[in-house]
């Protein structure tokens, strides 16, 4: 006699989460490394090219340049998260997705809170005080050879005198209402870009995840009983 016994779900696995933060954190890592790498080659081709283009343009096509390879990388760091899980749908693969997105932007502000930040500022304040030691020396060569070309003292002093002004005269060109409108509204379309491109990432992350989502995990009946003398039990799915 051959009886059917419904396999409940409940009754085989235990409750407990389904997150697979060991794969989080390997699409996570990917996704970091091959930033840096393609970081490192667009600023090779920045300072190939940089002699050839206007510094607006390279501007912009710095900033575009690290919107795509961001949103390429976290594409790739979700896929490889949701290919290294076990039968997650496509939501949950899209999930995983916006869970590297979030890993990735956590690494990046702990290492800026950690010190990295400290050792760039030590590098730009000794590349700082080698510039002022550079810049005193150019002075005083300016001014003797200014003196071998027969320029007057008076001439040499007036130069002098306006490059001290300087100063000044920017502070007055950063307090122009104009300027400082112009600066507002130059950091209000910075604000909006970088949002664009955060919210660009985090679609790139979780599309890579919704596309390496594998097949679904089911758990149905399992058909129990005397099987025929030339068949191995019977499993239904």
């Known amino acids: 006699m051959v009886t059917t016994t419904a396999a409940n779900t409940e009754d085989l696995v235990p409750v407990q989460s389904r997150i697979s933060w060991g794969a989080i954190i390997a699409g996570s890592v990917l996704a970091i490394s091959l930033y840096f790498l393609l970081a490192l080659l667009g600023g090779a081709m920045g300072l190939s090219v940089s002699d050839k283009v206007d510094q607006q343009t390279l501007g912009v096509g710095a900033a575009i340049y690290a919107i795509v390879v961001t949103a390429v990388c976290l594409f790739i760091g979700g896929y490889i998260a949701s290919q290294l899980t076990t039968g997650e749908n496509k939501l949950e693969g899209g999930l995983y997705g916006i869970f590297v997105w979030a890993s990735v932007f956590g690494i990046l502000l702990a290492l800026m809170t950690s010190g990295v930040r400290l050792g760039l500022t030590a590098m730009l304040g000794a590349s700082t005080a080698g510039k002022v030691v550079a810049e005193n020396s150019k002075q005083v060569d300016w001014e003797a050879s200014a003196r071998q070309a027969g320029v007057p003292q008076e001439r040499i002093e007036e130069w002098k005198q306006k490059a001290k002004d300087a100063p000044a005269t ?65 499993i239904v799915h």
């Open 170 to 234: 920017a502070r007055q060109a950063v307090e122009d209402p104009q300027n400082q409108q112009a600066a507002a509204n130059a950091a209000t379309r910075m604000t909006w870009y970088t949002f664009f491109g955060v919210w660009i990432s985090m679609m790139a992350a979780a599309a890579g995840g919704y596309i390496g989502s594998g097949p679904t995990f089911q758990l149905l009946g399992v058909t129990v009983g005397r099987a025929p003398a030339n068949r191995s039990p019977i």
